[in-house]
C-alpha cells in the first residue's frame, strides 16, 4: 500500500502517527508530483492529501483512512477497549478535525496583515475556540487522550495541537492551547512520547521548509518537470 502524505498536513500526520503505532510496515509513504503541482484529482478526485492506495482501492479523507486501518488490521487497532471508549475517541478525533483542524485551514488564508478581515478570524476563532472547550471537558486526565493507552484520539490531537501552538499565533491570536489546564496539560506529557515526538518533528520540518523557501523551489521544480523543461 501507499500512503500519499506530506510533512505539514496535520490531516496525514495523524494518518502517519496511526500507522506507526500500529506497527503497519507494509505502507510506502509518498508525495508524488501531483501533489506539487496541483493535480492530485488525478489520482482522488476530491483532490486533496492523505490518500491511501491499495491494491483494490483509492482511499481518502482521513478519518475514512482511520477507520479503514483499523478493520484492516483488527488486532491492532486504536479504537479503545470498550463501546463507551471507543465513543470517546472518535469524539475527540472529531472535534480534533472538524472544530480545531478545519477552522485553522480557514483562518489561515488571513495570514497577510494588509488583507486581513477581522470578522472572518473572530469568527473563525471562536469556532477553535468552542472546539478547545469542548475538547477541554472530554479529554483525559491520564497520559493519554482516552484511557490508558494510545489511541486514534492521540493520533488525531497532536498534528491538531501542533496546528493551534505553531500557526495559530501568526494570526495576532494567543496560542488557544494556553488558557486551558487538561488539554495543556495533556499537550505537555503527549509531546514526549516516541511517537508523538517523531510526527512533530515530522511536522516541523514541513513548516521549516515552508518558511525557508525549500517547499517552494519544490512545487517550482515539480512544475518544470510536468512541463519537460
Known amino acids: 500500500m501507499k500512503l500519499i502524505s506530506a510533512d505539514l498536513s496535520p490531516y496525514s500526520a495523524k494518518v502517519r502517527m496511526q500507522i506507526y503505532a500500529m506497527g503497519l510496515t507494509d505502507i510506502e509513504f509518498d508525495l508524488p508530483q501531483e501533489v506539487l503541482i496541483g493535480k492530485l484529482a488525478k489520482i482522488s478526485p476530491i483532490g486533496r492529501i492523505p490518500v491511501l492506495l491499495t491494491d483494490n482501492a483509492t482511499i481518502p479523507e482521513s478519518e475514512v483512512i482511520a477507520e479503514y486501518l483499523d478493520d484492516r488490521y483488527p488486532d491492532q487497532a486504536l479504537l479503545g477497549h470498550t463501546p463507551e471508549e471507543r465513543a470517546q475517541v472518535r469524539l475527540i478525533s472529531r472535534i480534533a478535525d472538524t472544530y480545531l483542524m478545519n477552522n485553522i485551514f480557514m483562518v489561515l488564508s488571513q495570514l497577510d496583515p494588509s488583507s486581513r478581515e477581522d470578522a472572518v478570524v473572530n469568527l473563525l476563532m471562536g469556532q477553535v475556540e468552542r472546539g478547545m472547550g469542548a475538547l477541554e471537558q472530554h479529554i483525559g486526565s491520564a497520559e493519554y487522550a482516552v484511557g490508558d493507552t494510545l489511541t486514534r484520539a492521540d493520533c488525531t490531537l497532536v498534528p491538531a495541537l501542533f ?7 501568526l494570526l495576532g491570536v494567543e496560542n488557544p ?4 489546564e487538561k488539554v495543556a496539560a495533556y499537550w505537555q506529557k503527549i509531546q514526549n512520547h516516541e511517537l508523538a515526538a517523531k510526527v ?17 523551489k519544490m512545487v517550482l521544480a515539480a512544475m518544470a518537470a510536468a512541463r519537460g523543461e
Open 163 to 169: 496546528m493551534c501552538e505553531h500557526t495559530v499565533p
Open 177 to 180: 492551547i494556553l488558557v486551558t
Open 200 to 216: 512533530i518533528a515530522e511536522m516541523m520540518r514541513g513548516l521549516i521548509a515552508r518558511r525557508d523557501g525549500s517547499e517552494k
